[in-house]
């Protein structure tokens, strides 16, 4: 199991993490490489919106990036993700957005 999918699982289970870490600059200068963030777990219930930073799988692939659009597709949400250069990961449904960032420290 990758460190991703592992803190997807606690996410999943209800579980907040504390100081997740992600190397990388695609959110600079939003969250530095390997800048820690607090991440919610998203249920249902949570409320996502545009320029909420979420941690994700699109494509097979985990990032903690920004929701850039929503739209209802066949009467289901569906959320773009892209990094803080423009650069559009995909769309995905709600069921693979595992995380919400409250705090960057």
Do not use: F, N, R, S
């Given at each position: 199991m990758s460190k991703a999918s592992y803190f997807a699982s606690l996410?999943?289970?209800?579980?907040?993490?504390?100081?997740y870490k992600e190397a990388g600059n695609s959110m600079l200068p939003i969250i530095k490489s390997n800048q820690p963030v607090s991440l919610e777990p998203v249920t249902m219930n949570t409320e996502l919106a545009v320029n909420?930073?979420?941690f994700c799988k699109v494509k097979g692939n985990?990032?903690?990036?920004?929701?850039?659009?929503v739209r209802n597709r066949n009467n289901q949400l569906e959320f773009q993700i892209s990094n803080n250069h423009n650069y559009v990961n995909g769309w995905i449904k709600k069921q693979n957005i595992f995380g919400k960032v409250v705090k960057i420290w």
């Open positions: 996410l999943q289970q209800g579980i907040p993490v504390e100081k909420d930073i979420v985990y990032y903690t990036h920004l929701i850039t659009a």
